[in-house]
């Protein structure tokens, strides 16, 4: 698919000053980067732009500091972490805007990196103040988004700011946007999209629009108790989001309607309690006994998926099949990974957890695309403009 925005490679950065809005919304763990993931994710853009001799100078937000400065919510540990991974100097901006920032982008050599403080110590960063926008636009003279994560937010890093700039997509958020849009545009048949975790109404939008364009939706994770409920079935103690039961309840009424086959799991593997040391049972059908609660799609079930994945042309994957944070839960997640792995289809896979499960079973290698993107990625495959995409120069 053609990507309708203007790209950092076709963009003349040559010995200019170049901001770059970068996801560096990172867990920290005793004041140190527990996880550089999005880090090395915008590498490709950094280093493509310290080729060209761009002064770089990098955006992010980091936790929730709701338009304070906190202090444990520094970007110093990012900071610290990326100049060990491009091997060189990262200067710390002390505040985002402001004279000290101006300063020091200034002052800023070609090849040489500045990372702006925390965004959202500024309080018009998520209200999209146009000044904000505008006090970031004046440090550079080119705008390149590379957050997909936040590209569902219209923030003032993100979108104000490209108000007042030439703006381009980074190499990231371009190939987030033409991995996740190739599910549904014009897609290998057959399609088949996998969806669990926690909560339908997280996820109705996607069931919603792949009902119409996917082969088969299997279900999996808690989600499928809202569904076995709608169908008159019982959950015991299980996870049931309420708000579901009448959106899975019409998710089926369209599969039967459409021709896109809708399967819940047959059988589950049940627990007394949430925890991994709890008892163990494994169950047959969509009834689930009082006492306990089902917390994996069953073998069977792992089996029959996998196979469909097996025999797929297009696989999307968001949401694990169970609690795979509990060992003897983790069974169904582990047999849909292994199964979205090997697979010769073309295969991506959305949701935090999802690609973290991906990552705990070693087998992120296998897939065509892991999404960085959470939030960002679900509107996308809904099939929604994001805002962060849309204030990018068209191509
Ligand atoms: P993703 O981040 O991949 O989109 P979600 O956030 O929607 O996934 O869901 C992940 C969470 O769902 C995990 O914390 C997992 O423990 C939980 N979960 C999945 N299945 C069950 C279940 N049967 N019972 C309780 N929790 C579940
Ligand atoms: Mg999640």
Redo the contacts with the bound molecule.
Sequence with gaps: MAFSRQCVRDADVDGRRVLVRVDFNVPLKDGEVADDTRIRAALPTINHLLERNARVILASHLGRPNGQVVEGLSMAPVAARLAELVGREVKLSPEVVGARASALAQALQPGEILLLENTRFESGETSNDPELGLALARLADVFVNDAFGTAHRAHASNVGIAADLPSVAGELLEKEVINLSAVADDPARPLVVVL????VS??IGVIDRFLEIADEVLIG??MCFPFYRAKGGSTGD??VENEGIPLAAEAIRKAAAGGCELCLPVDLALGRE?SADTEVMNAEGTEVPDGW????IGPVTAADYAARISAAGTVLW????????LGPFESGTRTVAEAVAASPAFTVV??????AALVQFGLTDGVDWASTG?GASLELLEGRDLPGVMALNEA
Excluded: R, W
Excluded at 196 to 199: D, E
Excluded at 319 to 324: E, I, T
Excluded at 350 to 355: A, M, N, P
């Design positions: 669990g975790g926690a909560k997280d996820k994770g808690a299980s996870l949430f609660m089902g917390l994996d968001n949401g694990p099949m169970g609690a795979f944070e959305g949701g935090g957890d999802s690609v959470g």
